[in-house]
């Protein structure tokens, strides 16, 4: 069964505009080759403000590992999360197990 990550970063007030700036410049463009398994990015929009949410799809654990230490290894994407940390305010990695019940992404 697939395993899914979910990632919430939660920015300092006032600076969504220059994180989704960041990410239009840099952050897709280095992030891209890795799309296949990206299910999706969305932006809050009630609720908690100020959030960028991005949901990842694995075939395991070892996957999102392997995924994850190539991503950390490439230096686009370095130089990327680099300009973006400053505007985290917070960081939540959620891991979740689909339901073996009802459509999966």
Known sequence: MA???MRTYTLHVGMRGEAVALYAKLG?????KYEKKLVGY???DTGTLNQIVHLWKF???ADRRRHWAQIYDDKKFMAFAG????LILTQEN???NAAPWGPHP
Request: proline share 10%; net charge negative.
């Open 83 to 86: 300009k973006l940390r400053p």
């Open 59 to 61: 075939d395991d654990d």
């Open 94 to 96: 959620q891991l979740l």
């Open 42 to 44: 969305f932006l809050s």
């Open 3 to 5: 395993l899914y990550e």
């Open 28 to 32: 897709w463009p280095a992030l891209k």
